[in-house]
T-cell receptor, first 116, second 109 residues
Framework: GAVVSQHPSWVICKSGTSVKIECRSL??????MFWYRQFPKQSLMLMAT?????????EQGVEKDKFLINHASLTLSTLTVTSAHPEDSSFYIC????????????FGPGTRLLVL | GQQVMQIPQYQHVQEGEDFTTYCNSS?????IQWYKQRPGGHPVFLIQ?????EVKKQKRLTFQFGEAKKNSSLHITATQTTDVGTYFC?????????FGTGTRLQVFP
């Protein structure tokens, strides 16, 4: 149980396009999901906390208009990278926390974004 | 803001040798979690420590939470090639989980 999926797993796009990444909790409900970003050989940096039915909470330095988060249901959160630029190329990972399962976070497989 | 540092950054060991990574937080933590990330993969939850001075074992892995709840360690006894990966601690002080800088372990057969 507690499986989290992400789609797509790989994205290559041109500079200026927008990219949407989906994060789904497959067998549990997750009121809260988290979006992380990881550059090569670096740690995971929390970008934002996604809350079902309300606005996401963004970490300091993360542009909310650049990284749009929508958590429309208890099993789906989406991250849209708007007008992507090469510096947005990274590994984006989401995680979900069980509503009644404590504080363990279950991570999706990640999405590698390459902006040309 | 809250910072979580890990040392060493890299560790290369011969198979069978022991390995330890240390995690230090700038603030007191309510709990600490450990994750393993294989090359090209995503973080996988290993364990959570909550109590001051807590020690937990998982086969060859021993996890410890410091008395002041600001540091933690992960010790692997007799490493195997399957232990290769990056080990992250993640500390929770408020509602957020802050990941440590990670320790990349390479095991040579």
């Amino acid at each position: 149980g507690a499986v989290v999926s992400q789609h797509p797993s790989w994205v290559i796009c041109k500079s200026g396009t927008s990219v949407k990444i989906e994060c789904r909790s497959l067998d549990f409900q997750a009121t809260t999901m988290f979006w992380y970003r990881q550059f090569p050989k670096q740690s995971l940096m929390l970008m934002a906390t996604s809350n079902e039915g309300s606005k996401a909470t963004y970490e300091q330095g993360v542009e909310k208009d650049k990284f749009l988060i929508n958590h429309a249901s208890l099993t789906l959160s989406t991250l849209t990278v708007t007008s992507a630029h090469p510096e947005d190329s990274s590994f984006y990972i989401c995680s979900a926390r069980l509503d009644f399962g404590g504080e363990t976070q279950y991570f999706g497989p990640g999405t590698r974004l390459l902006v040309l | 803001g809250q910072q979580v540092m890990q040392i060493p950054q890299y560790q290369h060991v011969q198979e069978g040798e022991d390995f330890t990574t240390y995690c230090n937080s700038s603030t007191t933590l309510s709990n600490i979690q450990w994750y393993k990330q294989r090359p090209g993969g995503h973080p996988v939850f290993l364990i959570q420590l909550v109590k001051s001075g807590e020690v937990k074992k998982q086969k060859r892995l021993t996890f410890q939470f410091g008395e002041a709840k600001k540091n933690s360690s992960l010790h692997i006894t007799a490493t195997q090639t399957t232990d290769v990966g990056t080990y992250f601690c993640a500390g929770r002080a408020t509602d957020k989980l802050i990941f440590g800088t990670g320790t990349r372990l390479q095991v040579f057969p």
